[in-house]
């Protein structure tokens, strides 16, 4: 009779350690699954901190480019610089284009009325800054890709 009991719970007892090694598994697998989700909001948090500076940047760049056309615009059409509007925008923009005075000319067209100015200098600030704040943007997702890759 002892036989037959030990034959009896032998299944019993193989489905219950059969039982607990599959909520072990499921308790394991949803661990990995907190820690998932745990790595998933850290990276849309970093995307997000680094989404924050890249528009910072893009916004810091739209209002120079901004004041350099209309500093363009201001000197093409002859604007009077004793407006004090037109007088603004072009000592606010003087600092950002004196690291690029000189390398060309000026062209300067008399009219009737108003001196039209033509400075290519302008135009070549206007793209180096463009290019410039492209390539911080671009070198903080290089660093970032780089952190995310060495973390996992």
């Known amino acids: ?12 007892i193989m489905e219950i350690e059969r039982q607990r090694e599959v909520e072990m598994e499921n308790q394991v697998y949803e661990e990995m699954d907190i ?11 970093k995307d997000n901190n680094n989404s924050k500076i890249n528009k910072l940047i893009y916004y810091t760049l739209g209002v120079l ?4 056309a209309f500093r363009f615009v201001f000197k093409i059409l002859g604007a009077n610089t004793a407006s004090t509007f ?5 000592n606010s923009s003087n600092l950002f284009l004196k690291p690029f005075t000189g390398i060309f000319r000026m062209a300067v067209t008399e009219g009737i009325e108003t001196k039209s100015v033509l400075e290519p200098t302008l135009i070549i600030g206007m793209a180096v800054y463009a290019l410039i704040a ?5 070198l903080i997702e290089i660093s970032r890709n780089h952190k995310d890759s060495d973390t996992l």
């Open 35 to 45: 820690r998932e989700k745990k790595k998933r909001i850290d990276l849309k948090k």
């Open 1 to 12: 009779m002892e036989n037959s009991n030990l034959g009896n719970t032998n299944p019993i």
């Open 134 to 138: 492209w390539g911080i943007v671009k």
């Open 86 to 90: 037109v007088s603004f925008i072009y």
């Open 65 to 68: 480019e901004v004041l350099l």
